[in-house]
């Protein structure tokens, strides 16, 4: 089969390889490979930012159907439509995994980063990271679940009353997914973006979000505060990962307000003010990945429609045009990127 592979660290090294198909081990399936879609982190190691345990095949958000079990499988077969999370192995004995908090596991092995992944026409995936694809997800949406489950669990760590004014930084597809992920959970939502961010911030309103703003054109601090009677943002999700934008997130917060760095910086340090977290009182959580039991809320809220993932997919190309996918993206021209596999 063929497979896009990394193949050393640093910028590209990329290449499709003929490899052998995989054979599932004991609680194992074998997925043949529908959909697999291009995450940030992807493109962060394409271009040598993010280290993974090369060579691997990268893709670890996908959709696809069983084609093969192996021993001790039972709650699964061949012909399900499913998804995966990402943990293929974990230690199973730290105080992380025995909460199935696999997210925060030391010696947690994922798809597409230490175990090769879905950019290909078949990968190996354990059974207790499967989940069955409901009625009303269809294959592209399905391979955006992975995405979606980082949202849920970003949603999950906050505290959303109804009503409540919530500030998504970003509109990208995962502050998109934020967005929609908050909207569900009865916030009022303000999705803010930049001129260059056109063509993501008119998805935003194509999707029904209440407040979409380009910063750039308009004030969101008077928007904000004509909306709260002055007190600010009840909760801010920052999904850009840029310093400008959290400094602009801590302003627009309320006093008691909660911020959520949802976005990974370029560099781990940057200069933020504490002195506005100690007088506004505002609690901060970080939120990393996602964990076992953001899947099935995930797979629900798409099923019943709260979250439409399918409306991000702008692009779909085949594994071999990773070059083209890859301009696409960085051009700002694509919202969510969707690879298919090639045959022999």
Not at 55 to 79: M, N, Q, W, Y
Not at 208 to 216: A, F
Request: proline content about 3%.
């Amino acid at each position: 089969m063929k497979a896009l592979v990394k193949t050393a660290d640093r910028f590209g090294n990329l290449e499709i390889q003929n490899k052998q198909e995989p054979t599932p081990g004991k609680n194992q399936v074998k997925i043949k490979i529908k959909y697999a879609g291009i995450c940030g982190s992807d493109i962060h190691t394409y271009e040598g930012h993010y280290k993974v345990g090369v060579p691997v095949t990268l893709g670890h958000e996908f959709s696809g159907e069983i084609v093969e079990v192996g021993a001790g499988v039972d709650r699964f077969k061949v012909g399900d439509r499913v998804t995966s999370e990402t943990t293929f192995s974990v230690c199973g004995e730290c105080e992380y995994c025995q909460s199935k908090d696999y997210n925060l596991c030391n010696h947690r092995k994922g798809l597409g980063t230490q175990q090769d992944g879905g950019f290909a026409n078949y990968l190996i995936a354990r059974q207790e990271s499967l989940h069955l694809l409901p009625v009303n997800v269809d294959d592209q949406s399905a391979a955006m679940t992975e995405p979606l489950a980082c949202t849920h669990h970003a949603v999950a760590k906050t505290e959303i009353n109804k009503g409540d004014l919530a500030i998504v930084i970003g509109p990208g597809p995962i502050g998109l997914l934020t967005a929609q992920v908050a909207k569900s959970r009865g916030a009022k939502v303000v999705i803010t973006g930049l001129t260059n961010d056109k063509i993501r911030l008119d998805k935003a309103k194509e999707l029904g979000i209440d407040y979409v703003v380009n910063t750039q054109e308009q004030d969101i601090k008077e928007l904000v505060n004509s909306l709260t009677n002055g007190y600010g943002a009840d909760i801010v999700f920052e999904c850009s990962g840029a310093v400008p934008a959290a400094r602009q997130g801590l302003n627009l917060l309320r006093k008691k307000g909660q911020y959520s760095q949802v976005g990974l910086f370029a560099t781990p340090e940057i200069s933020f003010d504490l002195e506005k977290i100690i007088q506004k009182e505002i609690r901060v959580v970080g939120s990393r990945s996602q964990k076992p039991a953001d899947w099935e809320p995930s797979l629900l809220l798409m099923n019943d429609g709260s979250v439409n993932a399918r409306a991000l997919v702008t692009h779909e190309f085949n594994i071999t045009q990773w070059e083209e996918a890859y301009q696409v993206i960085k051009s700002g021209e694509a919202i969510k990127v969707l690879l298919t596999p090639v045959t022999d």
